[in-house]
């Protein structure tokens, strides 16, 4: 059993610890929520027992599709023992329909399918806020070669595709999602980060209704018993 030792860093919705194995690290999942980088700031009870059981469930159906992920187990209901990865300042989006900013872009409704999955890349730096880049730009700040941008490019479309037909099996459009991968110790790409309705978009095939974390973003309501519907759905 590793032990916990200092914290290393803490985020928005996760706080992360070393342990006594150089190569594993504890992530803690907190009921704390923002948006609108960090101007918007709120509790969601019980969000962190939702995200890590979502997320260890979700990193299983990934394993078993034969993508790599940083998930070892789960130690409780909010800690995860997971890789300890060399994170890339880079995060991918998956997008099927049409919400949120890619909406706004191209002056879609939201709602609107869109006529393929399209995958688009931003730069991990809040104090720039985020801005999408290309290929070319991600090169320009070395963040990785365009090879390694190719497998991330790939992956990011496979687990799109995996997790898709995973949601629509249990009711749910899997409307976009936001992904994250670094390096482990033997220099593989590996997804890390989370998978949850703070991460993604889910949308109720049925009626449309909105699963996820745009109903605290929106001032929606129901935005704990969105988090443990989705958690029923996932974990079912």
């Not at 687990?159 to 629509?168: A, E, I, K």
Request: charged share 35%; glycine share 8%.
């Amino acid at each position: 059993m590793v032990q916990q030792m200092e914290q290393m860093y803490e985020g928005k919705a996760k706080i992360v610890y070393k342990t006594d194995d150089p190569n594993l690290l504890i992530q803690h999942f907190k009921d704390s929520a923002t948006a609108f980088d960090g101007k918007k700031k709120g509790e969601i009870k019980e969000k962190g027992v939702a995200n890590a059981a979502i997320a260890a469930t979700l990193f299983g159906v990934l394993e078993a599709a034969g993508i790599k992920t940083h998930f070892h187990e789960m130690l409780n209901d909010r800690d995860m023992l997971i890789d300890n990865l060399k994170m890339i300042q880079l995060e991918a989006v998956a997008r099927n329909i049409a919400a949120g900013s890619l909406a706004k872009r191209l002056g879609y409704e939201e709602g609107v399918v869109l006529k393929k999955p399209v995958v688009e890349f931003y730069y991990k730096r809040d104090d720039l806020g985020d801005p999408i880049i290309t290929c070319q730009h991600v090169q320009e700040l070395g963040l990785v070669n365009e090879d390694e941008f190719k497998t991330i490019r790939d992956l990011s479309f496979k687990v799109n595709d995996v997790l898709g037909r995973f949601f629509n099996e249990r009711g749910l459009d899997l409307i976009d999602m936001k992904l994250e991968f670094g390096w482990d110790k033997d220099g593989q790409l590996v997804l890390g980060d989370e998978i949850s309705p703070d991460t993604c978009r889910f949308w109720d095939t049925a009626t449309g209704e909105k699963l996820d974390k745009d109903r605290f973003r929106r001032d929606l309501g129901g935005v704990e018993e969105a988090y443990v519907e989705v958690l029923r759905r996932v974990t079912a």
